[in-house]
């Protein structure tokens, strides 16, 4: 290998005008103006046009037509620029690409609205005592976002089947939808049959969850759409505490006020619907320190409540 080297002899010495010579070429070319480049440079016009006279000189051409209040490219000139032009922006990326800068603040996390509302954001507060550096901001869809091409960080998602492997991803849990009444009522509830005598609350982003959950039970003759609407879980489990009926949400959602006994689930734990709950990532943006930080305090909250699915591999 050394020999192949040798054999082809030292790279060519290449002859470049001083940089400052092609910066000042560039500016006045592009305003038509030694004034007006001057101003964008921080230099006098003057300076302007001593480098590109010494310009002129070294590539032994004109490259401006002087007139009184604009200068204007000759052919060789527009030659010039084309090349100048491109290598500036070149040399401008390849040290942006390896100067460290400050990480934006800002971690913009992607969600479906009731996963938002009804368990992110009351948990929300311990990230931020962890980490007062970074500022969360919330963006909520019930649609599928892309997150090669969107502006956010992360996302967290519902899914039929899992994210593209080109995807850095973690498989959370699988959504189980559950019952739950105050336990004042949970008394009358002793079958899933009793339900035809209470009020059924429903979710507005939700209009189907009763049916999901009554249906495998071969009740969906129970599933009657009627009862109060309200736009979120949180809203509906709030109802639910009054004593107003029952409602079907993620377990996820009522977790704490389950284990707390505020709610109660009068026919045991939640049956799983299909969908999978998934952080998401492009593998660039995974390794963003505050990216970490939240995934890592994401697991770390699901695994403390007992809902993380440990048994299921992260795709990198």
Known sequence: MDELFSSMGPRPMRYLPSLNALRAFEAAARHESFHHAAEELHVTASAISHQVRGLESALQTTLFVRRTRQVVLTDSGRRLLEGVRDGLDRIGEAVAAVTPRPEDPVLTVSTVPFFA?????????????????YQVRLETSVDLVDVEQADVDMAIRYLSRPPAASLETRFLFHERLTVVCSPALA????????????????????????????????????????????DNDTLALEAVMTGLGVAITHQEIAHPLIASG???????????????????????????????AFRDWLLERLADEGLLDASRPTHR
């Open 117 to 133: 509302s009804g368990w992110l954001i009351p948990r929300l507060a311990d990230f931020q005592s962890r980490y007062p550096a």
């Open 262 to 292: 505020r709610l109660i689930e009068p026919f045991g734990a939640g049956h799983v619907i299909g969908l999978s709950c998934y952080w998401v990532c492009t593998h660039r943006r995974s390794r963003l320190p505050k990216v970490v």
């Open 187 to 230: 008394e009358r509830l002793q079958t899933p049959e009793d339900l035809t005598g209470v009020t059924h609350i429903q979710t507005r982003l939700r209009p189907e969850g009763w049916r999901a959950w009554l249906t495998p039970r071969g009740l969906a003759h129970l599933d009657h759409g009627s009862g109060p609407t309200f």
